[in-house]
Every structure is written in C-alpha cells, then in structure tokens.
C-alpha cells in the first residue's frame, strides 16, 4: 500500500499516523492473543492495547447474558487523561437490549457502527455522562465466533471523529479472531468444569470406582477405593487388577474373562450386578457388589467397576436368617410347653373330674357316699377352670384384647413382686400386634428384675405418638444382662425386629437395667 500526499492510497480521510496506529492495534491485539488463549483474562489488556494504540479514550466490552437476554459491560478501560470515573461507572452498571445504544444495535446487526458526535445520537441512553466526561465520539465491533454473536467492543474519544471505513473493517477482523478466542476459552473452560464436576463426584461417591485399561492395570482408583481396599491411589494406578484387589483362587477367573472379551466381544459381567469377593491390602478377604461398564471412548477399551463393600449387608442378612429361625423355634417350643403344661396339669383334673363323677354316679343309690365325690369333683372343676385361665393369661391377657396397654399394665405392676412405677400410658389403641408386643416385653422386663437383678424399683414409661410407640424399663438392680445369652431377651429383640423396630439393652454392672424398645404404630 502506496502513500500519496501524506495519505494512505486507497483511503483519503485516513493519515499516515492513523494507519500507522491501526497497524499497531493489530499487532498488539494479535501479541495478546498469541501469548495467552485464556479469553476472560485478557479483556482488560485487549482493550488496553486497542485504546493506546488507537489514541482513543475509553473502552468497553459487552457480552450477551443468556440470563436476561441484554448486552451488559464485563470490562472497561481508560486513559490517564479521562479523570471523570462516572461514566465508566454507569457503564458497568448498565444493561442493554438488542438495537439500543451502540453496542446494542452492532449487536442487532452484527456490523461496525460508529458515531461522529455523541451529543447528536438519539440513540444513545448515556449521552449526558458521556457529555460530563469529556467524550465527543465513538464507534463499536461486533465480538463474534463463526457460529454466533458473543457481545461487541465500543471504543470512545475526547475529539471529534468522522467515520473511517478502513479502521471499523480492521477491528471487524479484529472482533471476529477475538470470538473464536472466547469461543474456544469457553469451550476449554466448559471441558475443564466438566472434567472438575467429574474428579468431584468420583472423590465423594461412596462406592468404590475402579477403571481398568486393557492390560487389567488400574488406571483411577478414587478415594472410596483407596478406603476400602487400603491402598493409595499412586500405588494403585499403573499395578493389575487382579494382583492388586481379586482373591488368588479367583484371579484366573478374571484374566480369563478379560481376555474372552477383548477377543470376542463375549462377556459375561458388563452391566450386571454381581456379587463376589474382594480383597484388602492385608490380604483379608470380604463380599462385595460389583457392576462393570465398558467406557464408550474411542482408542484401546477401557472397563469401570463400581465396587460395594456388603460385609454389614451379609452381616444384617445372617442375623436376619438366624432371628427368623429363633421365631420359628420359639413358636415350636412354646406349643410344645403349652402341651406339656396341659397334660400335666388341665387335662390331668379332668382325668380325675370324670373318674369322681362315674365314681358318684354308682353311688348314687347311697346318697351318703355319693355327696363327697360330687363336692370333690365340683372342687376339681372349679381349678381346672382357674387353671385354663391362667394358661389363656400367659397366651394372650383378656385384658389386653378387651381394654389395651393401659389396664394391661396396670394388671402386671398390680402383680409384680418389684414395686413398679408407672409413668403416663397410652389412653388410645394402637395396632394389636403392637400391643402384644409391648405388653410382653414389659412382662419380660419385670421377671427379669424379680428373678435376676434384685431390683427394689423398675420403672415403666410408654410414649405413644406419631405413629410410633416408644418403650423404656428401667430397675435399680445389679445390671449385667447380656442380650446375647438369655433367651428372653433374644426373643424381645426378634419380636420387635419383626415389626420393624429397634430393640437395645443397657445393663451396665452395678447400675441397673434398661431395656429400650422403640415400635413403629402408623
């Protein structure tokens, strides 16, 4: 490009100096940009270099808010000799929408606009402050990427300018490298936030996650793993799977079923929940959940195990089989004792009831003979029937199905050798099965302090609401109890675990028992 009469040729109205000064905005615009893809950072430094080298006074850079649909100023710039700070400062709080101001119509139409005399644009919300700081004219680009527009730069001076085709068509270029800069740093961030999002997740999931290459070696071991299997991560990654966390007696197993994968596509765990056993960095061996997933990527395949310690789940399911089995056997044995009881006792007098009353009846032409069996009889019957009831008593209290908690315990702390303190019971029903089950636990408690603590007090508090019953006996006596020997205790704790509810005993030596129930009753 040619000079003619101090001139650039080609453009009449641009000067030697300002060409020079667009050149100059151009390499310094393109330095910024090849030292440094971070886009955010570099606004204020761009619009540094795009002022300064231009000569102008003030610059602002807007970008488009997906939140409210307006342009709003993410930077400012200005000169040493610009001293007014208002403008700058309406401008950072102001918010644009399309076609309104300068920014907003380069916005609307994604082409360079530029103003001569700000005093004289209608279309310009902060002409009076611009006024006030001393600024005369202003033009604007678009900030643009191939696909979409991101914002616009405005740039302002203290002297009147005419437009200059040449300098809005430089900085057009200009906005368009500064799109695709913002563009790819978004771009880049987004990866980056996503890529942080996931090393978050993988650090706080509770499940161990195990990612394998090809070879079986552990390429992430996240911090659940590192927990549960005792290894750290850098020990981890690089080392076999199976050397490092598979059993011996299992580990052909799994290099088998890798290999037959990788040759043939066949598989037998991918996507399937398993349950197997792991091992610890001590060698201890322990049940576990496995799923795998094969990560759909492209290059050499790579496999995810999430990987669950079940130790308390198998335990909680044992205990669970065992409480089930002791139900069972103490339901066997209660109707055996019930027919023992029966034998021995109720079916024993009426044996002798019959006999007295066949005996009576032959004695019946001797009136005399005969009135002593038939007393002796009604005396055996009148037992029997006491007898009966006790029985009925100890399978169920009439009591208990006629009127609820509340006399029922009344009935047992009336019986109890111990003296009882009642606290306040329950004045509405709740569910039988609930019933019964408070009503025996607290029958339990009180033979237990009669026969083993030597208590001199229990006390009995019950609290029925919302939708749970909650159960507490206390005695003073020597404590000691263990769950895990009586019986009784076991079967309180197997009653109450079957409708769901929670069971403890705390029997300290020396302080006493308390047994504590508590019983969902929605």
Known sequence: ??????????????????????????????????????????????????GESLGWDFGAWWEASDESGTLVC?????????????FDTLTRRTALALGVGLPGRVWATGAP???????????????????????????AFPVQSARIALGAIEMFCSRVHEPDEELLETMAILGSQLGQLIERGRAEREVRESNERRRAILEAALDCVITIDERGRVVEFNPAAERTFGYRSDEAIGTEMAELIVPPALRGRHRAGLSRLLA????????????????????????????????DLPGPPLFTGYVRDITERKRAEAELRASRARIVDAGDEARRRL????????????????????????????????????????????QTTSELREFARGIHPAVLTEGGLAPALRALAARSRVP????????????????????????????????????DRVEINIDAAHQRVRVEVRDDGRGGADPAVGSGLRGLADRVAALDGSFEVLSPTGVGTTLRAVIPSG
């Open 420 to 455: 009882v303190q009642l606290g306040e019971l329950p004045q509405f029903r709740v569910p039988s099965s609930v019933e019964a089950t408070v009503y025996f636990l607290v029958a339990e408690a009180l033979t237990n302090a009669t026969r083993y603590s030597g208590a």
């Open 74 to 86: 993410v930077e400012t710039w200005r000169s040493g000799s610009l001293q007014d700070g208002d």
């Open 113 to 139: 606009a530029w103003i001569p005399d700000l005093r004289e644009d209608p279309n310009f919300p902060r002409g009076a402050a611009a006024a006030l700081a001393g600024l005369r004219s202003g033009f």
């Open 339 to 382: 027919e023992r009881d029966l034998h021995d006792g109720a079916q024993a007098r009426l044996v002798n009831l019959g006999l007295a009353l066949r005996l009576a009846r032959a004695k019946l032409e001797q009136p005399r003979e005969a009135g002593p069996l038939l007393d002796e009889a009604i005396e055996e019957l009148a």
């Open 1 to 50: 490009m040619g000079y003619v009469c101090g001139t650039v040729s080609g453009d009449p109205m641009m000067t030697r100096g300002e060409y020079r000064a667009v050149v100059r905005a151009e390499l310094a615009v393109a330095q910024i940009l090849a030292a440094s893809a971070a886009g955010e950072s570099l606004y204020p430094r761009l619009l540094a270099a795009i």
């Open 264 to 295: 043939t596509g066949e598989h037998r765990i991918i996507d399937r929940r398993l349950e197997l056993t792991g091992m610890r960095s001590d060698g201890c061996e322990f049940p576990v959940e496995l799923t795998v997933t094969r990560i």
